[in-house]
Each structure stands twice: as structure tokens, then as C-alpha cells.
Nanobody
Framework: VQLQASGGGLVQAGGSLRLSCAAS????????MGWFRQAPGKGREFVAS????????YYAVSVKGRFTISRDNAKNTVWLQMNSLKPEDAAVYYC?????????????????WGQGTQVTVSS
């Protein structure tokens, strides 16, 4: 499966952005999907994941209550709605697909990665 992330940009602190990840290839509905981010000089950080059906979600503590992950299997797309953005949310955001029915926050579990989209938050 190939993943294409988009929707990043520059936003003021307190603002919102919606990231999209479009998947091509077969059996998108069989993949657990996740969002990760990486800020300059820092390691990759888990943000959120969603089960193949969309029935289960999992969030990093740092974003819980502010971010929402969702998916539409008919559109082969997963979204990350980001509200109340903070300067520390600034990073390159990546979507990833895991060929497993179990949602996970471990990056090494994911089989496919998108190219990333930049999110910049001004204070």
C-alpha cells in the first residue's frame, strides 16, 4: 500500500488543522492506521492509531482530547483532526499502515509509511 499525507501548514497556537492520508493499493480496510510525528532534533513520536474498522482508537497522552483520528475505508483515507494546537505540536507528521488487526503505538509494527507533511505552529 502507498500512503500520501497532506494538509500540513502554518497555524497559530490555538488553531486547527486537518491532516489527510490517502492510501492506494488493495485492502486498505485490513490495515490498522497510525499517525506519528518527528520534530527537529527529536525522535519519532506516536500520535494516534485507529483499528481497521474505526471502532478502536488510541492516542498519545500529549494529544488526547485535542486530536481525533478517523477513517473512511470506502475512500481509502484516514484523517487527523488537530485542535487547540500548541507550538510543541510542530513537526513533520507521518501516516503509517500496519497489516495487523491490533492497534499499536510502536513504530516498528508499521509496515508502510507516507512521506510526511509539515505542521508549523506559531506562538
Amino acid at each position: 500500500v502507498q500512503l500520501q499525507a497532506s494538509g500540513g501548514g502554518l497555524v497559530q497556537a490555538g488553531g486547527s488543522l486537518r491532516l489527510s492520508c490517502a492510501a492506494s493499493g488493495r485492502s486498505f480496510s485490513r490495515y490498522t492506521m497510525g499517525w506519528f510525528r518527528q520534530a527537529p532534533g527529536k525522535g519519532r513520536e506516536f500520535v494516534a492509531s485507529i483499528s481497521w474498522s474505526g471502532g478502536s482508537t488510541y492516542y498519545a497522552v500529549s494529544v488526547k482530547g485535542r486530536f481525533t483520528i478517523s477513517r473512511d475505508n470506502a475512500k481509502n483515507t484516514v484523517w487527523l483532526q488537530m485542535n487547540s494546537l500548541k507550538p510543541e505540536d510542530a513537526a513533520v507528521y507521518y501516516c503509517a499502515a500496519d497489516n495487523s488487526p491490533y492497534i499499536t503505538q510502536a513504530g516498528y509494527d508499521y509496515d508502510y509509511w507516507g512521506q510526511g507533511t509539515q505542521v508549523t505552529v506559531s506562538s
